[in-house]
């Protein structure tokens, strides 16, 4: 990874330079003053979707669920957990499919829930199925470090 990473804040959809050391945790946006990181995934409607994915120089995890799914609800807690791990390399997100069922359909979403990897606006992985928070960490940890910076 570069010494700065452009960051869209999960608030405004604006875009930050940021340096991607113990430090980014505390970042906050430059344009609305919320904190970049805060340990929590954050739930996303479309047009944020498409900006996180685009704009984001760090990867960007992406949970696609609906809220009628059981295996969904399950792994929630796994999910935030993960992300306190994860931050400040990983961005992870929650695209509800009920919600964006457009989306959904073009990623090819079968079933939920699904966890896509993005980098540089590409899909890099996709896994289908609930997991535990350390399956979460590890698996997208071993994505990350497989493809090039």
């Not at 047009?47 to 792994?75: H, K, N, Y």
């Not at 807690?77 to 009920?98: G, M, Q, T, W």
Request: aromatic share 4%; proline share 7%; glycine share 8%.
């Amino acid at each position: 990874m570069s010494e700065t990473e452009h960051v869209v804040c999960p608030h405004c959809a604006g875009v930050n330079r940021v340096p991607l050391t113990a430090k980014a945790l505390a970042a906050k946006c430059g344009v609305c003053g919320e904190r970049l990181f805060t340990g929590h995934p954050a739930d996303v409607d479309g047009a944020m979707f498409e900006r996180q994915i685009a704009r984001s120089t760090i990867p960007v995890l992406v949970d696609v669920w609906a809220p009628w799914c059981g295996p969904c609800r399950a792994m929630a807690p796994a999910y935030e957990a993960a992300a306190k791990e994860l931050e400040p390399h990983v961005r992870l997100i929650k695209l509800n499919s009920d919600n964006e069922p457009q989306i959904a359909g073009r990623m090819g979403i079968r079933g939920i829930p699904s966890l896509l990897l993005f980098r540089g606006g590409s899909e890099v992985a996709r896994s289908s199925g609930a997991m535990s928070a350390g399956q979460i960490v590890e698996w997208t940890r071993a994505k990350v470090s497989s493809r090039p910076s």
